[in-house]
């Protein structure tokens, strides 16, 4: 089999409302933006891939010329080229095991040996948002049913943000689970800089959490601020988590190997391929970390992080983005209606592994069109 062409469209889907990233503080943004990647063989097969952000020219420049005409099978000796070429590029990545899925007519969780079929799900927030709307959403979110949410810690005092979490208790019984995202690792361009953690608040926080049960704490210090991450993780008992940010095998293993958070977080589009994160799932078995992929940035990449959770043994979780009003699952998971296919929870709260072959991803070609800019 032989790459024949590589098609890259720059998508701006509009969300329905106007999204206020609680990570990027004081932004306001209307739209998705978004880069699909189609890769065509000589069998006919198409292999799907995508990231946010609008990459199509990296990939047309930079990525395509040392792709056509290779063997898409070569997965490994192809990763050399997106990892010279950025981070959302391993987008690729995901689109050649597409490829190789289909070739094998065999979903990729069952390609590279399952472990399960289906995993939790959390509703994962996009905004800060008031106790009392917090807590009609977390009630939304239980009456769909979720059994966990993620809230986003980012108010100036510490109390205002206990508040939400309290609220959202009260409105569940506590029912449902929930984990805390302060996005201290995180360093996009925003308006206003933001609430800024240090070990003592990241520590008394941690101490809260505890006492009410919550199930994780996520990004609470800067990126590479290992020192810190791992004194908190040592001194207290909630999981503390990280990784959708860095990139690279070698970070991973930095993360792992000197226990920096008991769970690992990567991303299938931005920290490096989905074959690659197998590695990196690997490791955090061998020791004894828990592999909770981000959410990867639409449907496709979603797909990619579901099977590679549904090969690991041990504590996993699904994070579905879902800000009902602005952030929905149509304009985000599935790109407007490009991908027909969507990824929802059954009854229990559970994702199933998506089953057709490759990632499962269904597209309709006829709306790309529609959101090419
Ligand atoms: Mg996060």
């Not at 329905?16 to 069998?43: C, M, Y």
């Not at 050649?96 to 995993?119: E, M, Q, V």
């Not at 800067?222 to 959708?244: K, M, P, Q, V, W």
Request: with cysteine; charged share 25%; proline share 5%.
């Amino acid at each position: 089999m032989k790459i024949i062409d590589v098609v890259a469209n720059n998508l701006t889907i509009p969300y329905p409302g106007k999204v206020r990233p609680a990570w990027q503080p004081g932004l306001v943004i209307s739209s998705h933006n978004f880069t699909l990647v189609r890769i065509f063989t000589d069998e006919g097969i198409m292999g799907i891939g995508g990231t946010s952000g609008h990459l199509a020219g990296v990939i047309l420049t930079q990525v395509k010329p040392y792709l056509v005409g290779e063997d898409p099978l070569a997965a490994e000796r192809l990763a050399r080229v997106y990892r010279n070429a950025g981070s959302g590029i391993w987008c690729i990545d995901m689109a050649l095991w597409d490829i190789i899925g289909k070739a094998a007519r065999l979903p990729l969780h069952k390609l590279w040996g399952s472990y399960r079929n289906k995993i939790l799900a959390y509703a994962s927030a996009v905004e800060m948002g008031k106790p009392e709307d917090r807590a009609l959403l977390a009630a939304h979110y239980q009456e769909l049913g979720f059994k966990a949410m993620k809230l986003r810690f980012h108010n100036e005092k510490m109390a205002d943000d206990l508040f939400i979490l309290d609220a959202c208790l009260k409105a569940t019984q506590g029912k449902m689970d929930f984990m805390v995202d302060a996005n201290q690792a995180t360093n996009l361009p925003s308006p206003e800089q933001g609430v800024v953690w240090d070990f003592q608040r990241a520590w008394r926080m941690a101490r809260e959490l505890e006492a009410r049960g919550g199930l994780w704490l996520e990004e609470p210090l800067s990126r590479y601020d290992f020192d810190n991450l791992i004194r908190l993780r040592e001194a207290t008992e909630i999981y503390i988590a990280g990784g959708e940010k860095n990139q690279g095998l070698h970070e991973f293993r930095w993360l792992i190997e000197r226990g920096v958070y008991d769970i690992i977080q990567p991303d299938c589009a931005m920290s490096e391929g989905v074959s690659q994160l197998r590695k990196v799932a690997a490791m955090a078995e061998i020791y004894k970390r828990h592999f909770v992929p981000h959410h990867s940035m639409s449907g496709i990449g979603l797909s990619a992080a579901i099977h590679l959770s549904c090969t690991f043994p041990g504590l996993t979780w699904v994070e579905l983005m879902y800000e009902p009003r602005t952030r929905t699952i149509e304009a985000y998971q599935q790109l407007g209606g490009i991908l027909e296919s969507k990824i929802w929870i059954d009854r229990e709260g559970y994702v199933a592994a998506p089953d057709g072959p490759g990632l499962g991803v269904i597209l309709n070609e006829k709306k790309i069109d529609q959101y090419t800019v």
